[in-house]
């Protein structure tokens, strides 16, 4: 590949400082290494800019923005000084995984010297390094429209429910407990002595794999067969709605294949599966009174399976359910199939990101 050259990574790029976060409001982002923290009325760098996470959890994320913004002192920031190429640097500075190359590992840290000494290879033709972003770039704005359309979708649903069930409310109905719509399952982890019961191909729900997803796709861990009947009851149906309810509590979800989760999670299996997103926003809207029903004077909120077996839900009655259920339905479905691309242009986007920084694939110009 006689136009790639070898060099150091502040030959292509010059790094810089990002300062406190101004105490004014206003409507320009403000970047830290885990991305917006929020909004002020001032910025400190503009145009095309990279923003690295400096310390901690998130050091060496990388952003990319093309407008005003402010970086905080826990972030840095890249500039090129060709314009051409800062989205394909951007791309590059992501396959380089920078948090595998911070020093220190107890208090990881990504530094400006760092940051200009790595050894990088790299393409110098610019029309390629074009190509590269555009191809990338296609793949993330397809991504980023589905996600806002999921958005979209999962407001006007919630819109609905507020409309049917609490701006509607009819004085007449009659207070369940929760344990009436389905069957309550506490999660519980296999013995993690036991090597055999993990590794395998069932997805094992924790609190993290349902952040940011309606339906849950991925689980960082997976139990074996074993493991899944080690655990006598706890297995759910797809498409069980699970809650977190301790630590972290009020986080909705529903699991696309049969499923078990931690002890952390308590789940409904709908009894009628015109429950199931009934159900599903009920808790999304129940999020300040699950939040007081953990509190319970501890440190660490929880929310044991008793009092969540017995939350009050108003029962509307078998046909109003029937009805509301097949308004609501399709925009789920329309969820369920945008994830299910994002998950496909996701692993796409990652198996070339690698492949085109290489040279390995090349892009025809």
């Not at 929310?303 to 339905?329: P, Q, R």
Request: glycine content about 6%; charged content about 25%; aromatic content about 10%.
């Amino acid at each position: 590949m006689n136009n790639w050259k070898k060099c150091k990574l502040g030959d292509v790029l010059e790094f810089g400082n990002g300062k406190v976060r101004p105490d004014s409001e206003g409507y320009i982002p403000v970047y830290g290494g885990n991305g917006i923290l929020g909004y002020t009325d001032k910025f400190n760098y503009d145009g095309e800019t990279i923003v690295i996470g400096r310390v901690g959890a998130y050091c060496g994320s990388v952003y990319y923005e093309n407008k005003p913004i402010w970086v905080s002192d826990n972030a840095l920031a890249g500039k090129s000084n060709n314009k051409n190429v800062t989205k394909f640097l951007y791309y590059f500075l992501v396959n380089l995984n920078l948090n595998q190359l911070a020093e220190g590992s107890s208090h990881p840290l990504v530094t400006q010297t760092l940051l200009n000494s790595i050894d990088i290879n790299i393409t110098e033709d610019e029309n390629e390094q074009k190509a590269i972003a555009d191809v990338l770039s296609s793949l993330d704005d397809k991504i980023d429209l589905l996600h806002r359309q999921n958005k979209t979708l999962e407001a006007m649903a919630e819109t609905l429910f507020r409309k049917w069930f609490i701006e509607d409310e009819n004085e007449n109905w009659e207070e369940k407990p929760l344990s009436f719509f389905g069957e309550i399952i506490c999660g519980k982890t296999p013995s993690k002595k036991v090597d055999r019961y993990f590794n395998g191909n069932i997805p094992f729900i924790k609190i993290p794999d349902m952040h940011g997803n309606i339906f849950v796709f991925d689980t960082q861990d997976k139990l074996s067969e074993e493991g899944k009947l080690s655990q006598k009851n706890k297995t759910l149906p797809t498409k069980s709605i699970c809650v977190s309810c301790i630590a972290t509590v009020g986080l909705v979800s529903m699991n696309v294949f049969e499923s078990q989760t931690n002890q952390q999670i308590n789940s409904i299996v709908p009894r009628n599966d015109f429950y199931r997103y009934f159900l599903f926003l009920f808790m999304k809207s129940s999020y300040d009174l699950l939040q007081t029903m953990a509190s319970g004077g501890t440190a660490t909120l929880n929310l044991n399976t008793n009092d969540f077996s017995n939350i009050g839900v108003l029962y509307a009655g078998e046909e109003y359910l029937i009805n509301f259920h097949k308004i609501v339905s399709p925009l789920f479905d329309k969820i369920y199939e945008n994830q299910s691309q994002i998950r496909t242009l996701e692993k796409l986007r990652d198996t070339l990101l690698p492949k085109l920084m290489s040279g390995e694939v090349r892009v025809k110009i």
